[in-house]
């Protein structure tokens, strides 16, 4: 009998763990400042951001996507397959009607300025205004005052927690919390790993970078990353000082300022996007080596120079592979 009780009690804990893992609708949830609300998991859903995109491929939802856009480079190779069979309605801005026209049951935004108050896709309201909700990643408005137009600036320093918390939310939107609480899971020991090399590590005290991402011409001043995005937060876990001081998420720095400052490590960005001539990072590898003042820079000279996917250096998932990088790139590099 006790037995038989014991065993109806499991059952009823794995009946109650079961049942917390599935979603309550209606469901309503505060995103980036607006109340979305769902009666029942989206049918389908159009994404505007290669982040927005890789989350719900690794949720297992590839099969509710019906449009992608806005890459920056390759999809991960585990969703190359996957990703042949979804249309891609354009590689960087898709227009307001392309959206629109696959009838999608929700547009899931990697970037406020494409879809916010003076989005260049459309703002919420007008696609709100037609039944189609929005939800952007909480990674670009947490910690973030979007307001100043461009990449906006950081209010506060950008955390793995947002990009969690983004995860989790589209999990429950579309009813498949456990896959969204497993993925977080795997991507928390990643970071932990990450750590925990770097910490292993006899690194030299103040050991400072910078993180170039791209230049609106190979001879302008480069757009470095500030201190509270992405890239700030690899350098902060990682114990290395970032020679920018700016709260901007992409300031343009001379390079006569950053040369002064003399980083022990160049991070550089790849990306098969060319909007601008210093997107092929061949272009910004001969720059470092042949422009008279970036190529003084000890970092140049003593060859630590780490290439980085540019997705990684925005507030996505990938940032958290891009701080995995970092970690083995310094467990590589001999700073005597």
């Known amino acids: 009998m ?16 079961l049942n917390a893992q599935q979603t309550d609708y209606p469901l309503t949830l505060t995103n980036c400042g607006l109340d979305v609300s769902f009666d029942a ?14 989350i719900l491929y690794s949720l297992g939802l590839a099969p509710k996507v019906s449009g992608t856009s806005v890459w920056f480079n390759p999809v991960l190779p585990e969703f190359a397959e996957v990703n ?88 429950e939107i579309f009813d498949v919390r456990s896959a969204g609480a497993t993925l977080v899971s795997d991507l928390q020991a990643t970071e ?62 001379g390079w006569e300022s950053i040369a002064r400052a003399d980083p022990d490590v160049i991070v550089i960005a790849y990306m098969d996007r060319r909007r601008f001539p210093a997107d092929d990072i061949e272009k910004k590898l001969e720059f470092l080596r042949t422009d008279p003042v970036a190529s003084q820079m000890t970092a140049v000279r003593e060859d630590r120079i780490v290439q980085m996917d540019a997705h990684a250096m925005s507030a996505t998932m990938r940032s958290i592979y891009g701080l995995e990088t970092l970690s083995e790139a310094l467990s590589k590099m001999s700073f005597e």
């Open 84 to 171: 042949e069979a979804i249309e891609r309605l354009a590689d960087n801005d898709p227009s307001f009607e392309s959206v629109v026209a696959k009838k999608p049951g929700l547009v899931a935004v990697q970037y406020e300025w494409h879809v916010g108050e003076s989005g260049n896709v459309g703002t919420r309201e007008m696609f709100h205004d037609i039944g189609i909700p929005t939800y952007i990643l909480p990674a670009d408005c947490d910690t973030k005052d979007n307001s100043t137009g461009g990449d906006g600036t950081r209010v506060g320093a950008f955390e793995t927690a947002s990009i969690y918390k983004g995860i989790r939310e589209l999990a």
């Open 192 to 253: 932990e790993r990450a750590i925990a090399r770097a910490e292993g590590l006899d690194l030299p005290e103040n050991l400072s970078a910078v993180f170039w991402f791209s230049s609106a011409d190979i001879e302008m001043d480069p757009y470095v990353a500030g201190r509270l995005g992405a890239p700030g937060y690899m350098m902060s876990k990682l114990g290395i000082e970032n020679v920018i001081e700016s709260d901007e998420e992409w300031p343009t720095v």
């Open 41 to 54: 998991a989206p049918d389908t859903v159009v994404t505007i951001g290669q982040s927005a995109t890789e």
């Open 2 to 17: 006790r037995q038989t009780l014991m065993t109806a009690a499991l059952l009823a804990s794995a009946a109650t763990a």
